[in-house]
């Protein structure tokens, strides 16, 4: 389907019609995600792959960095290439999860001609970058997109099919926690639990796992929690020592700053993790009153208004000091009220 | 509804058509729920009432227990009246999720001869003590059942309501984590959703509100993780002291078991707590191949496959010998074929 733009001139097919009419009129696909996946990039395009496949067509999943070991117990993330560039003999290449061309990688710097972009999407920042573009900033996920998609194509979900775009749905949604858990979202994850997936055993794959390791660093880490500001602040620390002891890296800790964003009363939490001698990078989290985006934004980082970062090119206690500073002035300006 | 038993003799009316029945035929309704009480308890005991006044009819809460200062955020759980005995002005109590007649404190001790009990629960072991029974162990909650109940008394979920009821769905599932989470639980939670309920801020309610101490505790517990059998078995430890150091009990480390359960290549994880000098709690949870109400069953405790707990009256270091000793002969079971 094809409608005017806004300003009455070019007509954008931008929907799921449109998508399923390009894909079914393609024979080889290349579904592609984005530099460094989460569950839903993954989740989506495997289970947008395996999609493609049941409708007939060929296809197969690129991506420009490794699948993480946590999603491997994927059905079909093995399967999942890890390239630089996408093959030449292909007719389209579906985009999944993905707001711009740099967010794949290199995967999109050189495409023949004939090769037409499929561009699916939930950010509400995509630039439309496609050939064709299906873009709902009020879907849950790019698998619940997916999940549609396979109803488009008249593809009903197979066990493996289901279990890659719940982990997706469950994913992004926090596990039904955040405010994206909505009534669609819901209903898909309904019959994809019908179609044969296993909210358990995602689960176990998407938060279990853990090596003994990472907590024994989880404690050294929340050992480090101290509040502020009469409380409406809380904040963490990884240092480069806390992780050489544990064997881990920055990455292994993305879910810590949960943890005093979770304490009764806090309105900024803040996690500080010292990436070298004079680089710090600085997580944000809001209790819902204070724009931590605008917070980072003094520190030339960015983010949501919920969740943000920024990297401040000085040591980590000076780096805290002043973050720390800026923290408690933010979130006086809500308590002061209170 | 009613049909004939198995034995071709009595005849229970079971079901969710006479349940509902039974609450228009009253005119004052006491809604009661089990003692230490859950999200589930709480979200559908007061979720019922409110049901119920909106069907017309005079409602009210009760349990034998106050209810969990954590679950206070819930619309209407600052009306449950906490009591030792139900009033006698009533014509029917409607119990919640409550197994038997003993889960619920003293308040069916004494009841007056006219009144009608109806037993609502999703437990299995339910022992059908009502007048009227619908018991649905395929049910993910009491929360389930109660929307059931809505539908059936012709009433459509308030934000109130719809807030109560997906607390109690959200809470018996992990938040569709367990394999509960059925196709039925995620479309009931859909309607609720729909219906006003924000799972953002029950997930908040239910998950976040944690107080600083409670993860200094935790960051504690965490450090006393080890692992034995070879990584099959983990275990933690929580002394009197530590939650003395704390000024917190026993009860706040409910979910502390869940961190040692998600270590890779766990079978068998055990909490081990403090109770008295000679008195130990021991939870364990199962990584799926350990049948852990067999191995609590060892020392008298119970439980179920997944999940089980007993308490030896020893100290805590000669209770923790024993135990990890037969933790680990369990494990050694299910380890030695891979």
């Keep these: 389907m094809s409608a005017?733009?806004?300003?009455?001139?070019?007509?954008?097919?931008?929907?799921?019609?449109?998508?399923?009419?390009?894909?079914?009129?393609?024979?080889?696909?290349?579904?592609?995600?984005?530099?460094?996946?989460?569950?839903?990039?993954?989740?989506?395009t495997v289970g947008a792959t395996l999609v493609l496949r049941r409708a007939g067509l060929e296809a197969q999943t690129f991506n420009a960095d490794p699948v993480p070991e946590?999603?491997?117990?994927?059905?079909?993330?093995?399967?999942?290439?890890?390239?630089?560039?996408?093959?030449?003999?292909?007719?389209?290449?579906?985009?999944?999860?993905?707001?711009?061309?740099?967010?794949?990688?290199?995967?999109?710097?050189?495409?023949?001609?004939?090769?037409?972009?499929?561009?699916?999407?939930h950010h509400r920042t995509n630039t439309r970058f496609g050939d064709v573009n299906w873009v709902e900033p009020e879907m849950s996920s790019a698998a619940e997109m997916v999940w549609h998609l396979a109803g488009a194509l008249g593809v009903r979900p197979t066990p493996d099919i289901a279990a890659n775009l719940l982990a997706g749905i469950m994913g992004d949604t926090g596990s039904f926690r955040f405010s994206n858990a909505t009534p669609s979202a819901l209903r898909a994850a309904a019959t994809l639990v019908e179609a044969g997936a296993r909210p358990d055993r995602l689960a176990d794959g998407l938060y279990g796992g853990r090596r003994p390791q990472e907590i024994g660093l989880l404690a050294e880490v929340l050992g480090t929690m101290a509040l502020v500001a009469g409380g409406a602040v809380a904040w963490i620390e990884m240092t480069q020592a806390a992780l050489a002891r544990a064997g881990l890296g920055l990455d292994d800790t993305e879910g810590f700053i949960d943890y005093p964003r979770s304490v009764r009363g806090v309105e900024v939490a803040v996690a500080f993790r010292e990436a070298g001698p004079a680089s710090t990078r600085v997580s944000f989290r809001s209790g819902g009153r204070v724009d931590v985006a605008a917070l980072a934004g003094c520190f030339g980082g960015g983010g949501h208004r919920m969740a943000a970062g920024c990297t401040l090119a000085l040591p980590l206690a000076e780096a805290r000091a002043r973050v720390l500073a800026a923290a408690e002035a933010a979130a006086r300006t809500v308590t002061d009220d209170r």
């Design 4 to 44: 005017p733009g806004a300003d009455g001139g070019i007509a954008w097919p931008t929907d799921l019609a449109a998508a399923a009419a390009a894909l079914r009129a393609a024979g080889r696909v290349a579904v592609v995600g984005h530099v460094n996946p989460e569950p839903d990039c993954i989740g989506s």
């Design 70 to 121: 946590a999603l491997r117990f994927l059905p079909g993330a093995g399967e999942v290439v890890r390239a630089q560039a996408l093959p030449d003999a292909l007719d389209a290449v579906l985009v999944v999860d993905s707001s711009d061309p740099e967010r794949v990688g290199g995967l999109l710097a050189r495409r023949p001609r004939d090769v037409r972009v499929i561009n699916v999407d």
